[in-house]
């Protein structure tokens, strides 16, 4: 236990701000109004572990990629030790080491950092003038009803021009992430086919998941792909799925406990993540 024993008296004082404490941290649950979890058609977004435990070197995690899957048939993130970008899509879950080769992720292998849902699109745009990825996530963010939720995003197309970046391995004592991508391979491919699988993050869940945007990306004959950095996109097809219920499966290991995770480590990650 965290606390020492409280009498009865004391319990009932706190009684009122205990449930402001449980509240939020029961699995994060955010539930909209007029929504249960029941509900078949609401996409909720599971995650293993926050993003900026992620960015401090938390790069070993006790989630199978068999258990993910039961959470979720797209999604992003890595493997432990930080080997390699991560890209679930269709039900199917891809590793891009950093040799930029794209591989099915064996069930046995577990991830420090994943976000997934079951997929189901909500609304679908059609992007048709060339624009650059500046562009495409202020295209997006004009045409969302509102940023106060997540949205998991899939697009698909044949895209004039993407760069994306996969992470080499890490051996213990693991570095932060901004160390890391330091030695990142930068790949770049035009008039490529493929699928951009990502994730709208709202900014009051910095230090949970990437704020903004965040896409990773596989191409069609599923060889190759990795975490967007930059791109060109032209008759993409857009579909967005927003997210009423987010579960945050927090790892229960001395290294998460004892990390300070301060405020979320928001600014670095968003340094290392955005770029
Ligand atoms: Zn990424």
Redesign the pocket.
Known sequence: MFFNPLTYSTLMKLKKYLWIIVLPITALGIILPGKTQQNSSENILFQTSTIGALSIGIYDGKTTFQELKKHGNFG?GTVNSLDG?MVGLDGKFYQIKSDGVAAIVPDSLKTPFAVVTFFRSQKLINLKELINYQQLQQSLDQQLPTKNYPYAIRIQGNFPYLKFRSVPKQNPPYPPLADAVKKQSVFELRNVNGTLVGFRTPSYLQGVNVNGY?F?FITSDRKTGG?ILDGQFQNAKVEIAPISNVEVSLPESAQFSQADLGDGKSAEVNRV?RK
Request: aromatic fraction near 0%.
């Open positions: 992003l970008e965040h990773h975490h993540e």
